[in-house]
């Protein structure tokens, strides 16, 4: 059996639809934003949020 990693999560498909309605330039601009963000956070949360991505905790 495939161990499964990491984690999911359901939006509804109009909520999704309303993302996509936004700009792209936005959409890549709260990603900028949240990438500057994370860079302040001290190292163990990063660490851990990155285990988390991967599923290992």
Request: a positive charge; zero cysteines.
């Amino acid at each position: 059996m495939k161990k499964i990693g990491g984690f999911d999560y359901y939006l509804e498909e109009e909520v999704i639809k309303e993302y996509q309605r936004k700009p792209i330039t936005l959409r890549l601009k709260w990603l900028y934003q949240a990438n500057i963000l994370r860079k302040y956070l001290p190292k163990r949360i990063i660490q851990i949020q990155d285990k988390f991505r991967q599923g290992k905790i």
